[in-house]
């Protein structure tokens, strides 16, 4: 059986299909506007937008864009178009999210030459985008706006241009790296097996990992670290390693019914992945528990994340091999599988985000209760204002993980979770990290008196704190969850 379509694609067919399983896949999914890491990224770009904004903790933010143009190239569209920011990010995420499908589409179609095959292997990644990748705190895609599922769009673009012997997969790894530098040397790993020759294949370059990335000794960046137990594989609960080496051997027994009918092509990447993605848990595990000094910081690069484009790709292969020879065409099959995981994935967003709407669409007045509270802090103080929150606020009961910068457009002492993991990147904020989550640690005893100390000795003007709220302090803003709080 031949691994190339069988017929010519009809571009404006498959964009129709395309657009449709996107928009599909965002009501799945969801959509939620600066949460988790967004609360990082959506600041910077509003701080190039305007300069005056965050003058106290802009470097919590900002020192990504060392690593990435995503952000002053958002900014700079968005200044261009004059769309709101809002809108301009909701619209990037469908695109995002299209450019990944359409990858997938490109690809599935070098390996499997029957619809079924290639429509069930896009839909179902569509369908689980909020998959998470074992043991790396990541999903497939996530339901917020991220440079890294650009990121994934552009690496899926270099294997088919891999697969196609054409140079251009330079073009796409470049602007993977653009975007998530990280992201594209895991991916580039990959492309890297996927087109090493198959006479030179067992005498493959180790180029993986050569170049030292080193900070100087800093015990709070090490005791940041310890609490990440995501980064060091031996900290992984069983069933994290089960999701990391079942994809290895199901992509094995994906390799063995290709070889038997003839599928070269899928045979070829299958095999090549399965290699590729051996290895790098082998270096990363190395790189995270074997090289760390004071000085080495392999494991703040995560090199586990390895793992994310297998995912992509071992889902995208499971669809495929569902539809050729389960699904066929029969929709009553395709019903039955597809409803069940798309009630279930639906299901785990709303108790993952159990405050807040399913999609938060372009200026839509917010349900959350805290969002309301950082919108009115955005609306009713000056830019020069210093915040302060609980460390651990975005954890707590009905804050579904939104970043305060990200709404109320202020400065804060930094927190203990989203900021720990800037920290963890960047540990020269270590200790400036590390004095403001202390002087803060026992946030649900803190008097008037605890306040004021913040403000003599940060310039803290203002609170969000839970009510009922502390005694002695004025209030303006109040609902059922939070109050706005002024320091006298």
């Not at 080495?296 to 690069?301: F, G, K, S, V």
């Not at 804060?412 to 720990?420: F, N, R, V, Y």
């Amino acid at each position: 059986m031949s691994s190339a379509t069988s017929s010519p694609p009809n571009p404006i067919r498959d964009v129709l299909i395309l657009s449709s399983i996107t928009g599909a896949a965002v009501l799945i999914n969801g959509y939620h506007y600066g949460i988790e890491d967004m609360g990082i990224y959506l600041p910077a770009i509003k701080k190039i937008i305007d300069p005056a904004l965050f003058p106290y903790d802009a470097n919590f933010s900002l020192l990504f864009t060392r690593w990435t143009s995503f952000h002053p190239a958002v900014a700079a569209a968005v200044r261009i178009s004059h769309i709101s920011l809002e809108s301009f990010l909701f619209y990037l995420h469908i695109v995002s999210i299209l450019l990944v499908l359409l990858g997938c589409l490109q690809l599935i179609r070098k390996c499997f030459s029957q619809p079924a095959a290639q429509w069930c292997g896009v839909a179902l990644v569509a369908t689980l985008l909020t998959f998470p990748v074992a043991g790396t705190a990541l999903f497939v895609v996530d339901q917020h706006l991220h440079p890294r599922t650009f990121a994934t769009a552009f690496l899926l673009f270099g294997a088919v241009a891999v697969l196609e012997k054409r140079s251009i997969a330079l073009l796409w790894i470049f602007l993977t790296a653009l975007c998530h530098p990280t992201m594209a040397v895991y991916g580039a790993f990959h492309l890297f097996f996927l087109a090493w020759p198959e006479k030179f294949l067992a005498q493959p370059a180790l180029a993986f990992g050569s170049i030292p990335f080193a900070a100087p000794p800093n015990p709070i960046w090490r005791e940041v670290m310890a609490g990440r137990g995501y980064h060091y594989p031996f900290l992984w609960a069983w069933y994290e390693w089960l999701g990391a080496l079942a994809p290895i051997a199901l992509l094995e027994y994906f390799a063995r019914i290709a070889r038997r009918d003839g599928m070269s092509t899928f045979e070829r990447v299958c095999r090549r992945l399965i290699i590729s993605t051996s290895l790098g848990v082998l270096i990363a595990i190395v790189a995270s528990e074997f090289l760390q000094t004071q000085t080495q910081t392999w494991a703040r690069l995560e090199p586990m994340r390895v793992l994310h484009f297998t995912y992509v790709i071992f889902i995208l292969f499971s669809g495929a091999m569902l539809g050729k020879y389960a699904l066929h065409g029969r929709p009553m099959r395709w019903f039955a599988l597809f409803v069940p995981l798309a009630l279930i994935m639906f299901f785990a967003q709303r108790q993952e985000f159990p405050s807040s709407y399913h999609i938060e669409w372009p200026h839509r007045a917010p349900r959350n209760e805290w969002v309301k509270a950082f919108e009115w802090a955005r609306d009713n103080t000056p830019k020069s204002a210093l915040f302060a929150l609980d460390p651990n606020y975005a954890k707590l009961p009905g804050e579904d993980y939104y970043g305060f910068r990200a709404f109320a457009e202020r400065s804060m002492l930094a927190d203990g979770d989203k900021d720990a993991s800037v920290v963890a990147l960047f540990p020269e904020l270590a200790w400036q990290w590390n004095l403001e989550v202390t002087d803060r640690g026992n946030w649900k005893q803190f008097t008037l008196a605890d306040f004021e100390r913040l403000k003599k000795k940060y310039g803290v003007t203002w609170v969000i704190v839970v009510r009922p709220g502390v005694s002695g302090l004025s209030c303006p803003y109040a609902n059922s969850e939070v109050m706005v709080c002024r320091i006298p």
